[in-house]
């Protein structure tokens, strides 16, 4: 199809034009959706359950203190706190304000937002605070003490870029630097390594690395094995999933570490790399399969490799979704079915030794958070049903896991259940999914229901507790449908990489297989059937409002991909390639254009599509808000229902404060209310 004339100035080439387009549609979507009378209900419903003060506080332990970044109405920005564990444990928690954004915003007069914290491990009243202006993924980095609660004078401070700066020690830091577009790689990323000590001058700095502009990008960092051991290294994206590593030696010279292209460095302990594989692996006459998790002997001056032990050789079921490192041993996180087991090892004889543990083995379970140098680790579990679980375990120890806190209820759980059942895709291959319902649910086709996707760059869906979604979706009759489909992480590096490049379809083939499956079973029909996704969930669920928009009659994609023929030029899109393909080379165009779902809209006189509600972010500097303007422009003009929403503060992950989140939770919810349930 012919790019239609709105492309010019959707394509940012008339900025006055394309901002009043904007303010118009936003004000429409807000017509439609926002004078709803359940818009305000529900609005206010999730702000207060938010900000409840029975939410469990998630912390990083440093020292003797635990440390949180609390958001509320009246701190929306929020503030930097701390308190001990002794108090985290009473029934009032006294916490300690260190650092308060909301101040420090009024005070520069700036739209600050948190992007991140780090600790010095070895000096943690010392760390690195990264702000961001509205949400984008830039920042500026500037060291602060926690004792005086005062930025500190002639430190460590850096410009606005999408830098990368971490501690090497007390002295000095290692620093990616993106502040001027010399440093840039072509996807727009640092290709530059280098070493700072305190007191000197950016000028006075030492080049470690200056890398050609055609990797994707590099970051450095420091593990230390110990009190008195350590390994710096340096990771080299050569694209999104192939990687270098090297070592930093004494004379701060790279020394290349002989690991496959596709691995994944989790941690350095008692002399070994813990690696997980992207890859099947050949080496010194043995064979590593891809998703195994290895320890590998490294020597952290001259990257020579020695033994190496598989610490699991996943199952075709099964998947390594993260590793922490205890003072003496490793706690894993593996997917088994798409539901969360922990295996756990310990260092005896100069091996790794797998031992019993008490954690559960269903549900979703997420590390919080593991303080160095001790065997302790807080853990989070949930599932659809159970409302988040804060608990803390001792690797060594033989009792049980310790509850700290429990996240109120948000609705009557035992009114519903979750089930898994499989959907058998075009090619023949079987996809689960997880539906959550009422434990009565009559199959009648009539259940308004939520289908949500992502199935890109290995991420995994996994049942976590629906605190929004119980009260305003599934109490009201709904059916929240979430799909496993290849692109994921769920299954190991195989299922992801099935639907890599040109091959992409059939990750869109297993979403619609699973909205088949749904409406096979009797759970729901076209006209009671909803999908949501966001960011590459945006491109799944465009692709599918244009290649079956007869299954569904809602449609929420959010900060989203659409132009497929143009996504390298926009922000950091040529860092997606090895996701997506070049559409420079033909064999890839030819596949992107044929589901690219700019490119596939067709008039409403040929064509009926769902109704969509499409949302982008204005400080959005990952996912271009081009993409979700131009599709928006365009169904309009070839007349179809849209509605559109742009915020001008969050950027792609919607990092807002407590009211905001509120807000955007509740516009989407009443859209799916009227299309799904009136």
Same mark, same amino acid.
């Given at each position: 199809?012919?790019?239609?004339?709105?492309?010019?100035?959707?394509?940012?080439?008339n &900025?006055?034009?394309?901002?009043?387009?904007i303010?118009?549609?936003?004000?429409?979507?807000?017509?439609?959706?926002?004078?709803?009378?359940?818009?305000?209900?529900?609005?206010?419903?999730?702000?207060?359950?938010?900000q409840?003060?029975?939410?469990?506080?998630?912390?990083?332990?440093?020292?003797?203190?635990?440390?949180h970044f609390?958001?509320?109405?009246?701190?929306?920005? @929020?503030?930097?706190?701390?308190?001990?564990?002794?108090?985290?444990?009473?029934?009032?928690?006294?916490?300690?304000?260190?650092?308060?954004?909301?101040?420090?915003?009024?005070?520069?007069?700036?739209?600050w937002?948190?992007?991140?914290?780090?600790? $010095?491990?070895l000096?943690?009243?010392?760390?690195?605070? *990264?702000?961001?202006?509205?949400?984008?993924?830039?920042?500026? /980095?500037?060291?602060?003490?926690?004792?005086?609660?005062?930025?500190?004078?002639?430190?460590?401070?850096?410009?606005? @870029?999408?830098?990368q700066?971490h501690?090497r020690?007390?002295?000095?830091?290692?620093? /990616?630097?993106?502040?001027?577009?010399?440093?840039?790689?072509?996807a727009?990323?640092? $290709?530059?390594?280098?070493?700072?000590?305190? !007191?000197?001058?950016?000028?006075?700095?030492?080049?470690?690395a200056?890398?050609?502009?055609?990797?994707?990008?590099?970051?450095?960092?420091?593990?230390?094995? @110990?009190?008195?051991?350590?390994?710096?290294?340096?990771?080299?994206?050569? *694209?999104f999933y192939?990687?270098?590593?090297y070592?930093?030696?004494a004379?701060?010279?790279?020394?290349?570490?002989?690991?496959?292209?596709r $691995?994944?460095?989790?941690?350095?302990?008692? !002399?070994?790399?813990?690696?997980?594989?992207?890859m099947?692996?050949? &080496?010194?006459? *043995?064979?590593?399969?891809?998703g195994?998790?290895?320890a590998?002997?490294?020597?952290?001056?001259?990257?020579?490799?020695g033994?190496?032990?598989?610490?699991i050789?996943p199952?075709p079921?099964q998947?390594?979704?993260?590793?922490?490192?205890?003072?003496?041993?490793?706690?894993? #996180?593996?997917?088994?079915?798409?539901?969360?087991?922990?295996?756990?090892?310990?260092?005896?004889?100069?091996?790794?030794?797998?031992?019993?543990?008490?954690?559960?083995?269903?549900?979703a379970?997420?590390?919080?958070?593991?303080?160095?140098?001790?065997?302790?680790?807080y853990?989070?579990?949930?599932?659809?049903?159970?409302?988040a679980?804060?608990?803390?375990?001792?690797?060594? *120890?033989?009792?049980?896991?310790?509850?700290?806190?429990?996240?109120?209820?948000?609705?009557?759980?035992?009114?519903?259940?979750?089930?898994?059942?499989?959907?058998?895709s075009?090619?023949?291959?079987?996809?689960?999914?997880?539906?959550?319902?009422?434990?009565?649910?009559?199959?009648?086709?009539?259940?308004?229901?939520?289908?949500?996707?992502?199935?890109?760059?290995?991420?995994?869906?996994?049942?976590?507790?629906?605190d929004?979604?119980?009260? #305003?979706?599934?109490?009201?009759?709904?059916?929240?449908?979430?799909?496993?489909?290849?692109?994921g992480?769920?299954?190991?590096p195989?299922?992801?990489?099935?639907?890599? !490049?040109?091959?992409?379809?059939?990750?869109?083939?297993?979403?619609?297989?699973?909205?088949?499956?749904?409406?096979?079973?009797?759970v729901?029909?076209?006209?009671?059937?909803?999908?949501q996704?966001?960011?590459?969930? !945006?491109?799944?669920?465009?692709?599918?409002?244009?290649?079956?928009?007869?299954?569904?009659?809602?449609?929420?994609?959010?900060?989203?991909?659409l132009?497929?023929?143009?996504?390298t030029?926009?922000?950091?899109?040529?860092s997606?390639?090895?996701?997506?393909g070049?559409?420079?080379?033909?064999?890839?165009?030819?596949?992107?254009?044929?589901?690219?779902?700019? #490119?596939?809209?067709?008039p409403?006189?040929?064509?009926?599509?769902?109704?969509?509600?499409?949302?982008?972010?204005?400080?959005d500097?990952?996912?271009?808000?081009?993409?979700?303007?131009?599709?928006?422009?365009?169904?309009?003009?070839?007349?179809?229902?849209?509605?559109? &929403?742009?915020?001008?503060?969050?950027?792609?992950?919607?990092?807002?404060g407590?009211?905001?989140?509120?807000?955007?939770?509740?516009?989407?919810?009443?859209?799916? #209310?009227?299309?799904?349930?009136?």
């Amino acid at each position: 199809m012919q790019d239609t004339p709105l492309d010019s100035f959707l394509f940012l080439e008339n &900025y006055q034009q394309a901002t009043k387009w904007i303010a118009k549609h936003n004000q429409h979507c807000r017509i439609a959706l926002e004078r709803d009378p359940r818009f305000d209900r529900m609005r206010i419903a999730i702000a207060n359950y938010a900000q409840n003060n029975q939410q469990i506080p998630y912390f990083a332990q440093y020292g003797e203190w635990l440390y949180h970044f609390f958001q509320s109405e009246s701190q929306p920005r @929020g503030v930097y706190r701390r308190t001990t564990y002794e108090s985290y444990c009473s029934a009032e928690t006294e916490w300690f304000v260190v650092f308060d954004l909301d101040a420090l915003a009024l005070q520069e007069e700036v739209d600050w937002y948190l992007a991140g914290i780090s600790h $010095c491990i070895l000096a943690p009243e010392r760390c690195l605070i *990264s702000l961001n202006i509205s949400g984008s993924d830039a920042s500026v /980095c500037r060291e602060f003490d926690v004792e005086t609660q005062r930025f500190v004078n002639d430190s460590f401070q850096f410009p606005l @870029g999408k830098n990368q700066i971490h501690w090497r020690d007390y002295d000095s830091v290692f620093v /990616c630097p993106a502040w001027d577009e010399s440093q840039l790689s072509q996807a727009g990323y640092s $290709c530059e390594v280098w070493l700072l000590q305190r !007191g000197q001058t950016w000028e006075e700095a030492f080049s470690i690395a200056v890398l050609p502009e055609t990797i994707l990008k590099t970051l450095a960092w420091r593990f230390l094995d @110990g009190p008195s051991a350590h390994l710096d290294i340096v990771e080299v994206a050569l *694209s999104f999933y192939k990687k270098v590593y090297y070592c930093v030696d004494a004379q701060l010279a790279l020394q290349q570490i002989k690991l496959p292209l596709r $691995c994944d460095v989790y941690a350095f302990t008692h !002399g070994d790399l813990i690696i997980k594989l992207g890859m099947d692996w050949r &080496y010194q006459e *043995s064979q590593y399969q891809a998703g195994s998790l290895l320890a590998i002997e490294c020597n952290p001056q001259t990257a020579q490799l020695g033994r190496i032990q598989t610490l699991i050789a996943p199952t075709p079921t099964q998947t390594i979704q993260g590793v922490d490192a205890t003072k003496s041993g490793l706690v894993v #996180h593996v997917l088994d079915n798409v539901k969360s087991q922990i295996q756990t090892f310990v260092w005896q004889a100069k091996q790794w030794n797998q031992i019993a543990n008490a954690m559960p083995t269903t549900g979703a379970i997420e590390f919080v958070d593991q303080p160095w140098a001790t065997e302790t680790l807080y853990y989070n579990y949930s599932d659809f049903l159970q409302p988040a679980a804060l608990y803390r375990y001792d690797l060594l *120890s033989a009792a049980p896991p310790e509850l700290l806190r429990q996240q109120i209820a948000a609705f009557a759980g035992g009114d519903y259940e979750y089930q898994q059942y499989f959907a058998t895709s075009k090619d023949g291959t079987a996809v689960p999914y997880f539906v959550v319902c009422a434990k009565e649910l009559e199959l009648n086709a009539q259940a308004p229901t939520l289908l949500y996707g992502y199935g890109g760059f290995q991420v995994s869906m996994l049942p976590y507790y629906v605190d929004n979604l119980g009260p #305003h979706w599934l109490a009201k009759g709904g059916v929240f449908v979430v799909a496993n489909i290849r692109g994921g992480g769920e299954f190991g590096p195989k299922w992801h990489q099935a639907v890599q !490049g040109i091959h992409r379809q059939r990750s869109f083939d297993d979403f619609i297989a699973v909205a088949e499956d749904l409406i096979a079973r009797g759970v729901t029909s076209p006209l009671r059937l909803g999908i949501q996704g966001g960011s590459h969930g !945006g491109l799944l669920v465009g692709a599918c409002l244009t290649q079956r928009p007869d299954l569904f009659n809602a449609v929420v994609c959010e900060v989203p991909l659409l132009d497929m023929l143009r996504y390298t030029l926009l922000h950091a899109g040529a860092s997606w390639m090895d996701e997506y393909g070049d559409p420079n080379q033909n064999e890839a165009r030819a596949a992107l254009a044929a589901y690219s779902p700019y #490119h596939q809209i067709k008039p409403a006189t040929e064509q009926r599509y769902p109704k969509i509600l499409l949302t982008s972010n204005r400080q959005d500097d990952r996912v271009h808000p081009a993409h979700a303007r131009k599709m928006a422009a365009k169904l309009a003009e070839l007349g179809h229902e849209v509605l559109f &929403y742009e915020n001008d503060k969050g950027g792609h992950r919607g990092n807002v404060g407590v009211s905001e989140m509120a807000t955007d939770l509740a516009r989407v919810l009443t859209f799916l #209310h009227q299309q799904l349930m009136d």
